[in-house]
């Protein structure tokens, strides 16, 4: 039997409804923060994922899919978003609209070659929004909030951890500090920090395996290197978070795991008291470099990304559960040849006209199709007739509550419309139709 690839997994039924319902959120939440949808390759040359990382990151140096295509040019899967939108921005001049800063959303497979665990997955879907062209310290909080938003609606408890790298001149001082500091311990390091010592030595906090060692958490901190202008735009940063009700906190050990990182980073994660619960669901930051060191002009950039898998695995740990919808408007029911094609026509009517809706296609019988339409959640059933039909005719049951009516054919819309209003209504009295999707508003939240 062929099977997926190690790493890789299917997305269906109510897991693939749960996802959807995520990526409809998100898009819309977009439209209303003013972001703009962008897609780019699902592979690039190697050289813009290589130079904007960084060599020195785990995520080029152990996770990358790199390969040679067939005009012997190096080329690499997609592992993370932000590299991609940045070579668009430079290849089609963005830069040059007067309408800065740019401001875009991407939601897509990436790929990363690790060992597949709960939450990571060799292909995984990443959402991420940037905002390209504006240094302002009010861009790096609403893209904080914005992330921070996301979840709340969702219904996670969560809080943001923020730091500051500082700039250049920052950076520099921290590098060489850290150098000083784990020289005399290079011993207790694992191989990898050994060489990131050499390399970058920022990505020493960033260890997953040396974390818990005291060497680790008795570290200078970046922030007593910073200077004076760095740390008065990370102060300003923390004055909008408040402004924006972000519940947020000062973790000095975030560094991220990417090389193109400047000023604010942060990341997101699950507030609680439950330790399985306790985890990043999103990140990101300041990248004020970035354009630069891929072929474009000096230009600021910040965003950040969520893995929607590990989005779904803290909904479901968390027990919130998703509204997704779970049934169909309409099932159409019928038996002779006649019949199968007035429910072709009938079928496509009612779907053009708003209401979820299917019909018979394997040639069950009648008893069978009523057993199909429960299997399917239907709401609502429309039983045809040959004798019913040529008096303009249908039969209609309510399959919740049994109740069954024949009507005139040409109310079949408005019946239907009220009916599953009706159906749809809770006991508070309170409950308001939007006129165009039938979907429900109610003031009794509880």
Do not use: W
């Given at each position: 039997m062929i099977t997926k690839a190690k790493g890789c997994y299917d997305l269906y039924g109510k897991e693939a409804q749960r996802f959807l319902y995520i990526n409809n959120l998100l898009a819309s939440l977009c439209e209303k923060y003013n972001y703009q949808y962008i897609r780019t390759p699902l592979f690039e040359s190697s050289e813009v994922f290589h130079r904007a990382v960084g060599e020195s990151s785990d995520l080029v140096?152990?996770?990358?899919?790199?390969?040679?295509?067939?005009?012997?040019?190096?080329?690499?899967?997609?592992?993370?978003?932000?590299?991609?939108?940045?070579?668009?921005?430079?290849?089609?001049?963005?830069?040059?609209?007067?309408?800065?800063?740019?401001?875009?959303?991407?939601?897509?497979?990436?790929?990363?070659?690790?060992?597949?665990?709960?939450?990571?997955?060799?292909?995984?879907?990443?959402?991420?929004?940037?905002?390209?062209?504006?240094?302002?310290?009010?861009?790096?909080?609403?893209?904080?909030?914005?992330?921070?938003?996301?979840?709340?609606?969702?219904?996670?408890?969560?809080?943001?951890?923020?730091?500051?790298?500082?700039?250049?001149?920052?950076?520099?001082?921290?590098?060489?500090?850290?150098?000083?500091?784990?020289?005399?311990?290079?011993?207790?390091?694992?191989?990898?920090?050994?060489?990131?010592?050499?390399?970058?030595?920022l990505r020493v906090l960033d260890c997953k395996v040396d974390?818990?060692?005291?060497?680790?958490?008795?570290?200078?901190?970046?922030?007593?290197?910073?200077?004076?202008?760095?740390?008065?735009?990370?102060?300003?940063?923390?004055?909008?978070?408040?402004?924006?009700?972000?519940?947020?906190?000062?973790?000095?050990?975030?560094?991220?795991?990417?090389?193109?990182?400047?000023?604010?980073?942060?990341?997101?994660?699950?507030?609680?008291?439950?330790?399985d619960l306790q985890f990043a669901i999103a990140g990101g930051g300041r990248y004020n470099g970035l354009v630069e060191m891929l072929g474009g002009p000096q230009t600021s950039g910040i965003g950040f990304a969520t893995g929607l898998d590990r989005v779904l695995i803290a909904l479901e740990k968390s027990g919130i559960e998703l509204p997704v919808s779970d049934g169909l408007d309409v099932f159409v029911?019928?038996?002779?040849?006649?019949?199968?094609?007035?429910?072709?026509?009938?079928?496509?009517?009612?779907?053009?006209?708003?209401?979820?809706?299917?019909?018979?296609?394997?040639?069950?019988?009648?008893?069978?199709?009523f057993k199909q339409a429960d299997r399917l959640n239907a709401k609502m059933l429309v039983i045809l007739n040959d004798e019913d039909?040529?008096?303009?005719?249908?039969?209609?049951k309510n399959n919740h509550t049994k109740e069954e009516e024949t009507i005139d054919l040409d109310y079949i819309l408005y019946y239907l419309d009220e009916a599953l209003l009706e159906d749809d209504e809770c006991?508070?009295?309170?409950?308001?139709?939007?006129?165009?999707?039938?979907?429900?508003s109610c003031h009794n939240e509880e």
């Open positions: 140096s152990k996770e990358t899919y790199d390969f040679v295509d067939r005009g012997d040019r190096k080329m690499t899967l997609r592992p993370e978003g932000t590299a991609g939108v940045v070579r668009s921005y430079i290849e089609n001049k963005m830069y040059g609209d007067s309408n800065q800063p740019v401001k875009l959303y991407y939601n897509g497979t990436m790929y990363r070659y690790e060992r597949p665990q709960a939450g990571r997955n060799r292909e995984l879907t990443q959402f991420g929004v940037e905002v390209l062209g504006s240094d302002d310290v009010m861009v790096d909080a609403e893209i904080i909030s914005f992330a921070y938003n996301i979840f709340r609606i969702l219904g996670l408890n969560v809080k943001v951890k923020i730091n500051s790298l500082g700039d250049k001149e920052s950076r520099d001082n921290y590098r060489s500090a850290l150098v000083d500091y784990f020289k005399p311990h290079i011993n207790f390091l694992c191989d990898d920090c050994k060489m990131r010592l050499e390399k970058n030595p974390h818990e060692l005291d060497i680790m958490k008795n570290a200078p901190r970046m922030y007593d290197y910073l200077n004076e202008d760095s740390k008065k735009r990370f102060e300003d940063v923390q004055k909008f978070l408040s402004l924006l009700d972000v519940n947020y906190e000062i973790d000095y050990t975030i560094v991220r795991g990417l090389d193109y990182y400047s000023h604010t980073v942060f990341e997101v994660e699950v507030d609680t008291d439950n330790k029911m019928y038996v002779s040849e006649t019949e199968k094609q007035f429910a072709t026509t009938l079928v496509q009517e009612l779907r053009m006209n708003g209401f979820s809706c299917d019909t018979e296609y394997t040639g069950r019988n009648l008893k069978s199709q039909l040529k008096n303009n005719m249908l039969k209609v006991d508070c009295g309170e409950c308001h139709c939007d006129g165009e999707h039938h979907e429900f």
